[in-house]
């Protein structure tokens, strides 16, 4: 990274952060009251830099708030806390509708024909610089932490996911004797689930993440935040492999206990 880009990065995170923009962020990030001074510290940081870089565009006419730029930011924030530093690269613009949008889809249904259809969203990262989001999903969310469920840590993950320019469940590791291992953990996980998924058993993880290994990875990454204490206790090497790498340890911030599945 280039040390200017860098030295500006270091002026907008030391930037004084307004006590209205921490108490929403409290409101909207249920675990934040939970982190130790230094930890939200740096989260603030990365809110200021998320602010200054991406662009928040209001679309079916939705007005951009702070609460909402700050909640997107808190959020997508939280996912750098390893101090990755690139700050989503490619991401260039956050769309933001005020609830689920309909998008035309097309498929094939034969070697010549294509199928348009609609298809109701509530959020999606696209791989080239948008990332589009449903609000109330977003309220709905912040609001019911702990169901395994978070819109804005999905299609950021997807982010992360899609650096290094290809969407298959890799993000950027560390160390380059990471990858086998997290090839091999996150192999053997995938393949459980699409078993599990398929024999209509319970599972830890959302069904959504057996469609493929890229959604497999952001449906992880919810999990790992949002249910921690059961996806350790489930899928302990799942879940080392994503402490390991977001160097957080969520179990810290969560209140309740939960029951083995």
């Known amino acids: 990274m280039p040390a200017l880009i860098q030295l500006r990065r270091q002026r907008i995170k030391n930037q004084p952060f307004p006590l209205h923009w921490e108490t929403i962020i409290q409101q909207n990030l249920p675990i934040y009251k939970h982190f130790s001074p230094p930890l939200r510290k740096r989260l603030q940081g990365h809110v200021n830099v998320i602010l200054a870089e991406k662009q928040f565009v209001g679309c ?6 702070e609460e909402i730029k700050l909640t997107i930011a808190a959020l997508a924030a ?15 613009s956050i769309l933001v509708y005020p609830s689920a949008y309909v998008v035309n889809q097309a498929k094939p249904v ?3 024909v294509m199928e ?37 840590l999905h299609e950021f993950a997807h982010q992360l996911d899609n650096e290094n320019g290809t969407a298959n469940g890799v993000p950027i590791l560390e160390h380059k004797s990471d990858y086998a291992t997290w090839a091999q953990v996150f192999t053997q996980e995938y393949q459980q689930l699409i078993k599990n998924v398929k ?3 319970q599972t830890v993880m959302d069904a959504y993440g057996s469609t493929n290994p890229a959604e497999f990875f952001a449906v992880a990454t919810e999990t790992f935040f949002e249910k921690p204490n059961l996806m350790a206790q489930e899928h302990p090497a799942l879940y080392n492999q994503l402490k390991r790498y977001y160097q957080l340890e ?3 911030w969560i209140e309740i206990h939960l029951p083995r599945l």
């Open 60 to 65: 079916g006419g939705l007005q951009i708030t």
């Open 78 to 92: 939280l996912l750098l806390l390893n101090e990755r530093g690139d700050y989503y690269p490619k991401l260039a």
């Open 110 to 112: 034969s070697n010549y």
């Open 116 to 152: 348009e259809t609609k298809v109701v969203r509530l959020g999606e990262s696209w791989n080239r610089d948008l990332i589009v989001l449903s609000w109330s999903q977003i309220k709905y969310d912040t609001q019911n932490w702990q169901d395994g469920h978070n819109v804005i």
């Open 199 to 201: 024999r209509g058993g």
């Open 250 to 252: 969520p179990r810290e």
